[in-house]
T-cell receptor
């Protein structure tokens, strides 16, 4: 079945540091890939997405590139801010009979210190 | 812009009681998804509805049932509650029955079973 694996967390960084959160996946066919962010006490917000190989999703300074050859979708940001502290989830949707269902990774807690 | 509305935000129930969670999708969205997120866990897909018909089913216990009504809102009914049902329950909505563009989550209902 489909699965998503994220790097072990939590991640603690100083402001303006470079961020990478690794994500790899296993899926049938050609899934769509997503990063969601969850701030404390809030729902999941779509951060960025990519729907085919070599697509780059980007939003609010975050980027991720759909790498079919390595089945990866790593999240990066060049300079993090304290306001980026949240939980980040990598997810996929593989379509087919699970049309629309999202499979999530285990989440990575990011804490950014001033 | 209108978002996905969930009610109630918080709910406390005793073991063996029944709970009903409600979800109001974004206007014109015809697809609703329910997820369960345990403490420190990633969201797990429960069930989805497209045009008022069940479209997919995940790890939803038999004690739970759900439906989507003619106005597209959805209700998740949970009976014989157990301590392990304590979790954050998210509803999400999309248009056209897929997550190709990512879908929008509500802020969730936090259910505590005591």
């Amino acid at each position: 079945g489909d699965s998503v694996t994220q790097m072990e967390g939590p991640v603690t960084l100083s402001e303006e540091a470079f961020l990478t959160i690794n994500c790899t996946y296993t899926a049938t066919g050609y899934p769509s890939l997503f990063w969601y962010v969850q701030y404390p006490g809030e729902g999941l917000q779509l951060l960025l997405k990519a729907t085919k190989a070599d697509d780059k999703g980007s939003n609010k300074g975050f980027e991720a590139t759909y790498r079919k050859e390595t089945t990866s979708f790593h999240l990066e940001k060049g300079s993090v801010q304290v306001s980026d502290s949240a939980v980040y989830f990598c997810a996929l949707s593989s379509g087919g009979t699970s049309y629309g269902k999202l499979t999530f990774g285990q989440g990575t807690i990011l804490t950014v210190h001033p | 812009a209108a978002g996905v509305i969930q009610s109630p935000r918080h709910l406390i129930k005793e073991k063996r009681e029944t709970a009903t969670l409600k979800c109001y999708p974004i206007p014109r969205h015809d697809t609703v998804y329910w997820y369960q997120q345990g403490p420190g866990q990633d969201p797990q897909f429960l069930i989805s509805f497209y045009e008022k018909m069940q479209s997919d089913k995940g790890s939803i216990p038999d004690r739970f049932s759900a439906q989507q009504f003619s106005d597209y809102h959805s209700e998740l009914n949970m009976s014989s509650l157990e301590l392990g049902d304590s979790a954050l329950y998210f509803c999400a909505s999309s248009l056209g029955g897929d997550s190709f563009y990512g879908y929008t989550f509500g802020s969730g209902t936090r259910l505590t079973v005591v």
